[in-house]
């Protein structure tokens, strides 16, 4: 009983460290630059002032709904691209499958940095920059992805796929019938996985865009932080908890999606 309570009692102190950075910035976001830089850890009174001024200083509503657009069309892309390639690898047989398969793996080793001036270039080339295309484009094809997809598809009886030809079953009609709806928890898992990858994104979206009618959230937040003086700290809390906000809902609600996505594939059979 003892170690029971010691073991519970360490778990709230670290999920207390682990989530202050999110609390002080809710509380933060409520007070007044006085309290602020006095060191309070909570609002004397709850005032709304500073939500109602970030979103007057910066277009916020905007930069929300170009992020949701971008986040929600290279969620889709993976899931299509992603699940089409680890289905060629499982259920297709062709000459040096498993080579290429792993050399495809072995790009995870590479940083993205490495291959951010190649992209950008092609970018360039291609006529993308400020379009929602340069923005969503080269996150389509996930290695993680499709080895998370390809694993989950191990785990389907060969003995239903070989069913299945023996009916006429097309291998396309057995990817829509079959393979997708088997493949739910690993399909949930990477749609949250990338939508809330491509949210965090700031790098990229800055290279690649120059005009605020295409700029992310990530981008916002950073113009409102170099706009603002530093007595309006309770301001940029504010937008900082209103861009969490969704992410935080999501994962929340997709955390149990996400741990049966990433186990789903562990064990074949």
């Known amino acids: 009983m003892i170690k029971k309570i010691i073991i519970y009692a360490l778990l709230l102190v670290s999920s207390l460290v682990l989530f202050f950075p999110i609390l002080y910035a809710i509380s933060a976001s409520f007070m007044s630059p006085q309290e602020i830089y006095a060191g309070k850890l909570l609002p004397s009174s709850i005032n709304f002032d500073a939500y109602k001024d970030v979103f007057e ?68 080339n291609l006529g993308w920059i400020n379009t929602y295309a340069g923005l969503t484009f080269p996150f389509f094809a996930l ?52 939508f809330l990858t491509t949210w965090n994104q700031y790098l990229w979206p800055l290279l690649v865009t120059n005009d605020d009618t295409v700029r992310t959230v990530q981008i916002g937040l950073k113009m409102l932080i170099a706009n603002e003086s530093s007595s309006s700290w309770n301001a940029v809390m504010a937008g900082v908890v209103t861009i969490l906000l969704p992410t935080l809902i999501l994962l929340f609600i997709g955390l149990k999606y996400i741990r049966e996505g990433l186990t789903s594939g562990a064990l074949k059979g």
């Open 143 to 194: 290695p993680f992805g499709i080895f998370l997809l390809r694993q989950h598809f191990l785990t389907i009886p060969k003995e239903l796929w070989e069913s299945a030809q023996m009916d006429g079953c097309s291998r396309f009609r057995f990817y829509l019938k079959f393979a997708l709806p088997l493949s739910k928890s690993s399909l949930s898992a990477l749609g949250i996985y990338g």
């Open 57 to 124: 200083r910066v277009p916020l509503v905007h930069y929300l709904t170009v992020s949701f657009w971008v986040s929600f069309i290279v969620m889709i892309g993976q899931l299509i691209v992603c699940s089409l390639s680890a289905y060629a690898f499982v259920f297709i047989p062709f000459k040096g499958r498993e080579l290429i398969f792993f050399l495809f793996l072995a790009t995870m080793l590479i940083p993205w940095e490495a291959a951010m001036i190649p992209n950008f270039l092609t970018v360039l």
